[in-house]
């Protein structure tokens, strides 16, 4: 089965722009987080998606939104960028059928958005 | 609500001696945890869960943890490390319902020949 892929890789934008990033889940999967990760903070959740309807979010600003298409792909986009928007974000896909912790989440290799 | 504390923000062991990598945890109901690695400029990958049953779970790479309820802790440790494993670990649980994952800052190992 081919993994949890996202596009693009790396991204490099200007303060007040918008950005789109994508995730392809896998194969049958049909749950899709989408995580934040920097130095100074970690790991940290941004939403959760399973049959297109957003299950849960984290402490975000409402920049920062998300979507998922009936065939699972999922794509988030951040509206008018801040500098501290520059991260790696990673996201993640699961069976995650009926919210049981014990379904394990796979990783994407991550986009790297810079904003200068 | 839920947390995870992983108590060393680095660690640094010698080739060929055991790793330790510790955890607490804190959930209102029973969790499930998780350890993942991520090797630089990589995703995260997935080490070894625990979902309430054996209380010892075995992962990938030699790696093992042990659930402990008592001191709602969930400690990895490899038997000989290698130069591989230096990458940085997180700790990670989840409760049913939550629909999310919540991370621990991570322990970055670091493997010396």
Known sequence: ?116 | AQSVTQLDSHVSVSEGTPVLLRCNYSSSYSPSLFWYVQHPNKGLQLLLKYTSAATLVKGINGFEAEFKKSETSFHLTKPSAHMSDAAEYFCVVSTSGTYKYIFGTGTRLKVLA
Request: net charge positive; aromatic share 12%.
């Open chain 1, 1 to 116: 089965k081919a993994g949890v892929t996202q596009t693009p890789r790396y991204l490099i934008k200007t303060r007040g722009q918008q950005v789109t990033l994508s995730c392809s889940p896998i194969s049958g999967h049909r749950s899709v987080s989408w995580y934040q990760q920097t130095p100074g903070q970690g790991l940290q959740f941004l939403f959760e998606y399973f049959s297109e309807t957003q299950r849960n979010k984290g402490n975000f600003p409402g920049r920062f939104s998300g979507r998922q298409f009936s065939n699972s792909r999922s794509e988030m986009n951040v509206s008018t960028l801040e500098l501290g928007d520059s991260a790696l974000y990673l996201c993640a896909s699961s069976l995650g059928n009926t919210g049981k912790p014990e379904y394990e989440q796979y990783f994407g290799p991550g986009t790297r958005l810079t904003v200068t």
